[in-house]
């Protein structure tokens, strides 16, 4: 009777695992696919009379350290674009982020509300005001960010051709720092190139990754920026899905950023990014499936992205049904790892990957191990409200 109750118990954990696993691993297998096909055709640029007026938006929190290098970067953007202002949102700043972005010639929005914590508070109170003005177009750039020459001019080109909102690629700026960026490195190649080339080439609303994205003023209007979770870019994304809106891939230009090397700061970005992520999972996949099930197809894409949880946990539970003793498990793990190792060759692909980043690879199964250290701080991310927590860098960081 034991062994018949143990052995109950292990079909049923299979069983549910399987079920779990499959909109995720279906999810990677597909974007995977169409991610290494080629790109469709951009829209028609705009004539240069068309070009909107821009504000390129950079939401600030003690950022006075590499204010001035973004600021920088972005003139450089810039090049010689006409109708592009920069405008930064000190927001909650207990530093000198606002005197020295004024002193450096950028228009600086000031906000103060201990209440109401968090980059969505701080992107809805700049475009409460800028949507007054004469503005057409909004980027948002976070302050630890660097770009090309050339990069303003593609998101000026696109939004005048008539899109209602634009992600460009978002990659690291310290890839080859360590083990664990250049682990990160692979790891944003899939889920910030890959996956946006898939849904591009599939048609579908890429996403918004909270970096190097942009708005028309039409899409703002309509869908007001009010998203205040911590996961902020993924809820307002759900938002203009939901209003018929759709956000279109540049894979022509590309924003990077610097992620921490020290795993203090590591520990304390990865927990309140998922931490968010999980926490929107919770709230939005009961009422995606609604939705869906009420005939929203253009939801079930969103959801299953949902459904796809960071993959260094989809790789876990994969492994864990793996080693569950039935048939199903067999042979759902070994379809599912084959959907993983398609998605791993997908971005070698892409990324124009190399000896270094295999080697790399070695490094995942402490990388796994690690990420299981971070459970209990994540479990605490998923019932904060938005918080801002300025991440600790390195200074070398903002001088590359």
């Not at 010639?105 to 201990?114: E, M, S, Y």
């Not at 302050?143 to 634009?166: C, E, I, P």
């Not at 197809?297 to 864990?320: G, K, N, Q, S, T």
């Amino acid at each position: 009777m034991a062994y018949s109750t143990i052995g109950l118990a292990i079909s049923a954990i299979a069983t549910a695992l399987a079920v779990f696993l499959l909109p995720g691993s279906l999810e990677l297998l597909i974007l995977s696919i169409a991610g290494v096909l080629k790109q469709p055709k951009t829209a028609s640029p705009a004539i240069a009379t068309d070009l909107p007026k821009l504000a390129i938006i950079v939401p600030a929190h003690n950022e006075e350290q590499g204010i001035a290098a973004c600021i920088d970067s972005l003139r450089q953007g810039i090049g010689n674009c006409n109708g592009t202002d920069i405008v930064v949102i000190a927001d909650n700043c207990s530093d000198g982020t606002a005197t020295y972005a004024t002193a450096l010639g950028v228009r600086v929005l000031i906000r103060d509300n201990l209440e109401q914590r968090g980059k969505g508070y701080a992107l809805d109170f700049a475009f409460q005001q800028l949507l007054n003005e004469d503005y057409q177009g909004f980027i948002i750039i976070d302050a630890d960010s660097r770009v090309a020459t050339g990069f303003v001019s593609a998101f000026q080109q696109a939004l005048g051709s008539g899109l209602d909102a634009l992600q460009c690629r978002y990659q690291l700026l310290n890839a080859q720092t360590s083990w664990r960026t250049s682990l990160q490195h692979i790891a944003w190649l899939g889920f910030n190139v890959l996956r946006l080339r898939g849904r591009q080439r599939l048609g579908l609303s890429v996403g918004i990754l909270g970096n190097g994205f942009a708005l028309s003023r039409d899409t703002l209007l309509a869908v007001p920026y009010d998203a205040t979770s911590i996961a902020e870019d993924l809820e307002y994304h759900l938002r203009l899905v939901r209003a018929g809106k759709k956000v279109s891939y540049i894979d022509s230009v590309t924003v990077l950023a610097a992620a921490p090397t020290q795993q203090q700061g590591a520990s304390v970005q990865r927990s309140r990014w998922e931490g968010g992520r999980f926490r929107l999972i919770a709230d939005e996949v009961p009422v995606l499936v609604r939705e869906v099930l009420a005939g929203h197809w253009l939801l079930l894409e969103p959801l299953a992205e949902l459904l796809l949880l960071p993959l260094a946990f989809h790789a876990l539970l994969v492994a864990v049904l793996l080693l569950l003793p039935t048939a199903l498990a067999t042979a759902s793990g070994l379809l599912y790892l084959s959907a993983l190792l398609l998605h791993l060759m997908a971005i070698f692909k892409i990324g124009n990957c190399g000896w270094h980043e295999l080697k790399i690879l070695a490094s995942v199964p402490f990388y796994l191990l690690w990420k299981l250290t971070l459970l209990p701080r994540l479990w605490r991310s998923m019932g904060k409200n938005a918080t801002w927590e300025r991440t600790a860098r390195e200074s070398n960081d903002h001088e590359n």
